[in-house]
């Protein structure tokens, strides 16, 4: 019986799962998977787990199986596949599983690969990435899926923090000269954008400078009360940990009315450039025909995540063009696909050959 990859990412991209949504995509992919590997499955918290090969180096691939919401008709058209999640991150997670389930024996016997689809990626609750720190064993390596693509490897990504500020006034005339609700919220944002400009002056390049967004605001009121109410977004360089962000936001609402609750705080990471993954990567991408390069990211991922405890080298990788994530024309080209399930098989190949196991990895569950 022959695995069939293309059929294996039309399915699942095919399937809607929105964050919070993932179980009849997690089932599909355990049932495509089942008979190619040793073990597929789905965890405590919805994860989809594939596991093949007994070998002593550990490679763990760690994907995401949610999307952002937003249905695009799913169709395919010139060699692309149109649909939500395609790029963001099915595609790559699909040719984790294709090259998992087509896996030489002789990469088999010498290495443990485990497949991971993550649910929730896409929410700062990240369950998926933080249920598999919390039960597995440190790998000796971590390849990340998202699009990089297919020539391309991705080491780091900015860290996030995000922010809720909100207040609640007693109803007046508009005659009153007093600030209302919404222009308190807006002077908080006002002192939010002149602090960024100030604290990146002198810095170069994007991934090195703090980014903050105005995300949502409203406002409103029933007759006794006024209301506003704004969701601010930050992306953190590695200089900058989301405390000094927040301690500055409490002193921007201090002596006002406006209240701010910051959520989802991850750091920045990134990784080396020359580590024995890189290395690998750099070899399979040339011996495809491709000129290989390194990334880094102003987003955030499950990177950041596993990046804060565990110290194995960790690059991201897939297919894709990532400036085509969370938009309504999010497609990914099938020969894009196929070209990265041919490096990843080279990559793990080569890993394989190496047989030589990390030997500080942490305690817990492993791929054995």
């Not at 990177?303 to 405890?309: D, E, L, Q």
């Not at 110290?311 to 400036?323: E, F, L, N, Q, R």
């Not at 999010?330 to 080279?346: D, F, G, P, S």
Request: glycine fraction near 10%.
């Amino acid at each position: 019986m022959t695995f069939d990859s293309a059929a294996l990412l039309q399915g699942a991209v095919a399937i809607e799962s929105v964050s919070g949504h993932e179980a009849e995509l997690a089932e599909f992919l355990v049932e495509q998977v089942s008979g190619f590997t040793d073990r597929a499955y789905r965890d405590e918290v919805g994860n989809v787990v594939v596991t093949t090969g007994n070998g002593s180096l550990k490679v763990l691939f760690v994907g995401h199986i949610d999307t952002v919401p937003g249905l695009i008709p799913v169709r395919l058209e010139n060699d692309r596949l149109y649909g939500r999640g395609s790029v963001d991150a099915k595609g790559a997670l699909c040719a984790a599983l294709s090259v998992a389930a087509t896996l030489p024996d002789a990469a088999r016997a010498n290495l443990s690969l485990g497949v991971i689809g993550a649910v929730e990626e896409e929410l700062p609750s990240s369950t998926g990435a933080r249920h598999l720190l919390a039960t597995w064993t440190q790998p000796d390596f971590v390849i990340v899926g998202e699009p990089s693509g297919w020539d391309s490897i991705t080491l780091g990504y900015k860290g996030r923090l995000l922010a809720t500020l909100a207040v609640e006034l007693d109803g007046r005339h508009s005659a009153v000269d007093a600030p209302t609700a919404a222009a308190e919220v807006v002077a908080v944002w006002n002192d939010v954008s002149r602090w960024v400009v100030e604290i990146n002056a002198g810095r170069e390049g994007l991934f090195d400078r703090l980014q903050v967004s105005l995300q949502e605001i409203e406002s409103g009121g029933d007759g006794l009360k006024q209301s506003a109410r704004a969701s601010i977004g930050f992306r953190l360089p590695q200089w900058l940990e989301s405390e000094t962000v927040v301690a500055f936001l409490q002193r921007a609402v201090a002596d006002g009315p406006v209240t701010v609750e910051p959520s989802g705080a991850e750091s920045a990471y990134r990784g080396p450039r020359d580590t024995p993954l890189t290395r690998a990567f750099r070899v399979a991408i040339r011996r495809q025909g491709g000129q290989p390069r390194t990334k880094v990211k102003t987003g955030t991922s499950d990177m950041n995540i596993i990046g804060s405890r565990w110290t194995m080298p960790m690059v991201a990788y897939g297919p894709g063009d990532s400036s085509l994530d969370h938009t309504p024309k999010e497609h990914l080209m099938m020969a894009e696909y196929q070209q990265a399930i041919r490096v990843l098989a080279e990559v793990l190949v080569q890993l394989a050959d190496r047989q030589e196991p990390v030997k500080d990895r942490r305690s817990g569950p492993s791929l054995d």
